[in-house]
């Protein structure tokens, strides 16, 4: 019966932490998945909240409100504004109708910043305490029946005007005299961030600085949230996953997303390439006569972009995560260009070496290796310097490098590689 | 004077953060580095914690035994440890011996842990309960002259064996009455790890359980010390940086790395890629005399292995990538690959067609355009497979995926591409 299968699986995901359910969920097939949701009936609000998102939004479509109601509601708002700030319209408004005033207010009001903003994923639950208070003021605070929230790290002290000018760790104020003011105890490390800063830059300042808890203020400079560094951890997870997938032209997407959904993900990626991989051949179409004079240019020239290619990634690659972790600034970018031109300058003498012996040995002819030898450090030359300075420009262009980085690079270690090597082949061999 | 100059730089230096200077130092081109050092004598124990590994080594270099001693003085046993675990054994030796006698234990334990290990990450500094204590007793304890590490969130419940059993936040101890006993605030989301698991599963777990900090045991089940959030953040952030630059075959590579040093990181791999390269050229080798009946064959022929290059980097990322979230197991690895193989399939008909009209259109041969199209979707269902495929299976040989899956990926595509193209055109054209 459903109602004893429903009874069973109760038993079994039970004890089960509601990360492993969501990634049990995930792993399903679509068929099974569907059939354990409906007969289970069980998925709450941390089951979802851990789901990828487009698993989420099928779940989500198919819960009545009152259903919806019942799983939002032993959320914190963070995680509210987490569930529904890319769910469409008439989704976000079913979850919103179920929130009582105040935690749907806030909830409106994260969802009124912009997109991967600190007030997006700041937690409005805060302990906070005047600057003037005693160590014995904040412990009977504490210990009133105030509501706090389920994880906290630090007091925030706030002064008359609401501005946060501190913390103090709970640890400190367990182990301080009552008598103690709270701002002879507050951190070194505080720092404070505005409601519109870029999550990325939070989740960069939380790794940097070691922050554990940090606070959010409005345009008046006014307390009113705290991004935790289990926030920050996820923020930064999710930069990191972006920055891999961006670099291999994969968009978002995840294992559950469908066949269509992924053809599409990665299709843009492809077109972009080809119009890279037509630029090349061009190249190649103006030297047709000359590969026709000599085969083995057509054996060897691959080679030569290829090895560009890979050079290029390896630049570009260390650049872009160069300019994520602000390593790479306008102070040490002439040094990296010239670094890079060095390592390819390097590189490529020595992958000339063996190339040209190669060349000259497979095809018996000195000439086909000295051409090939001097088109792969041309080519890896350029490939140190595209691979630096394309990311640099796209930075400041506002375009982010690890997304459009690959197909410049490579557009141009294709087109330099065949034209240093058939253009060499052309004048010195023919 | 120097006198002066060093007066100078501490005043300039003193409110900026650690992580700060360290950055600062790294951006500046090694003459003044080495000046600024020499002049200003400040660098500390957390500056050094803070720097690049090529650097520290650089940096302890230069210091004498008491300068040494001076800068690891104020530093936690796990700081020290992840000063000295990659210095070479005379650095090592220095360091330690200006520890005092249980410092220099706990290191030494640390560092008799493998590399990358749970043991070589924790903190031995804890501060921990037995688990039939009440919220009095452990907020006495705490209040008492016990030495407590600066920053801690969990209380550890410890049984009379050692064994941690649970913990507690120092919020739920603030905020509940004195006579409540710890076990029963104890939270849901404890786990430990042994002294031996790998950092990175740690850091994985931390990211999937939201977990603030965790108890490490020995052997025997006994507490040995602790890993907080904040340290999981930082080797989550190794973990992927270390991926991002592995997928592009960079070694473990800084900016502030030397020229010599960052060609001998990246040749391994571009000697990887030339072998690649080179057995790509030796396909198109067998097929010299198709090419001789039709140069447009070489024009064509980078399309068709870059599209499938491409293609196979987008299948290897998701892969590599999902296998480091445990998203990718063995119970849906099949539906993966078929979710690829349609994915290239699909994929492959639309750029079948585009690219079937534009060879078709430009060499004015409807044939040539039909060959192009076929070799392509072959191609990229190829991709498909050997994207995820490859992977998989280096994850099974224990070997990283993330390291050594693009050559062999690259390898396919290319030798599958080649073939396909000119051997259907050997075959249908000529």
Redesign the interface.
């Known amino acids: 019966t459903s109602a004893g299968d429903r009874g069973a699986i109760e038993q079994l995901l039970d004890p089960i932490?509601p990360?492993d359910i969501a990634?049990l969920i995930?792993?399903l097939?679509p068929r099974d998945r569907t059939a354990l949701i409906e007969v289970w009936k069980g998925v709450d609000g941390e089951i979802l909240s851990e789901l990828d998102e487009g698993l989420r939004e099928e779940i989500i479509d198919t819960m009545a409100p009152a259903e919806l109601a019942e799983v939002v509601r032993d959320l914190e708002s963070d995680d509210v504004v987490d569930l529904v700030e890319y769910l469409d319209e008439d989704q976000q408004e079913a979850v919103l109708d179920v929130l009582d005033g105040a935690e749907r207010l806030a909830v409106e009001k994260a969802l009124s910043y912009p997109e991967e903003s600190a007030g997006r994923h700041m937690q409005v639950e805060v302990?906070r305490a005047p600057d003037h208070w005693t160590v014995g003021e904040a412990?009977d605070f504490?210990?009133s029946d105030v509501e706090?929230?389920d994880?906290?790290?630090h007091v925030i002290l706030i002064d008359a005007r609401l501005k946060p000018v501190g913390y103090v760790?709970?640890?400190r104020?367990?182990?301080a005299r009552r008598g103690q003011k709270l701002t002879d105890l507050a951190e070194e490390s505080f720092r404070s961030f505005h409601v519109e800063d870029p999550a990325a830059d939070v989740a960069h300042a939380?790794?940097?600085?070691?922050l554990?808890s940090a606070p959010v203020v409005d345009d008046d400079d006014r307390l009113v949230g705290i991004i935790t560094?289990?926030d920050?951890?996820?923020l930064?997870?999710e930069e990191?996953?972006e920055?891999?997938?961006r670099?291999?032209?994969?968009g978002e997407?995840?294992?559950s997303d469908t066949?269509?959904e992924?053809?599409k993900q990665?299709?843009p990626?492809?077109?972009v390439?080809?119009v890279?991989?037509?630029l090349?051949?061009m190249v190649?179409?103006l030297f047709?006569t000359t590969?026709?004079g000599l085969?083995?240019l057509?054996?060897?020239?691959?080679?030569v972009?290829?090895?560009g290619g890979?050079?290029g990634?390896?630049s570009?690659?260390?650049a872009v995560?160069?300019i994520a972790t602000?390593?790479?600034?306008g102070?040490?970018v002439w040094?990296?260009i010239r670094?890079e031109l060095?390592?390819g300058l390097?590189?490529g003498l020595?992958?000339a070496v063996?190339?040209g012996t190669?060349g000259w040995v497979w095809f018996g002819m000195p000439m086909l290796g000295v051409v090939l030898a001097v088109a792969m450090v041309i080519n890896l030359v350029v490939a140190g310097l595209a691979g630096t300075v394309v990311p640099v420009i796209l930075e400041k262009l506002g375009v982010d490098p690890a997304l459009a980085s690959g197909a410049f690079v490579t557009t141009v270690t294709?087109v330099v590689g065949?034209f240093a090597f058939l253009g060499l082949a052309a004048v010195m061999i023919l």
Do not use: K
Request: charged share 15%.
């Open positions: 932490h990360a990634h995930e792993q097939p302990v412990i504490l210990r706090l929230p994880q906290f790290y760790t709970l640890g104020i367990l182990s939380f790794n940097h600085y070691h554990i560094i289990d920050a951890m996820t930064l997870d990191h996953e920055d891999i997938l670099l291999a032209g994969v997407g995840s294992l066949v269509l992924t053809t990665r299709l990626w492809l077109a390439n080809l890279t991989a037509i090349a051949s190649i179409g047709e590969i026709s085969v083995a057509a054996v060897l020239m691959p080679i972009a290829s090895m890979n050079a990634t390896q570009l690659t260390v995560r160069a602000r390593d790479l600034t102070s040490n040094r990296v670094r060095a390592v390097f590189n020595v992958f063996l190339m190669v294709d065949f």
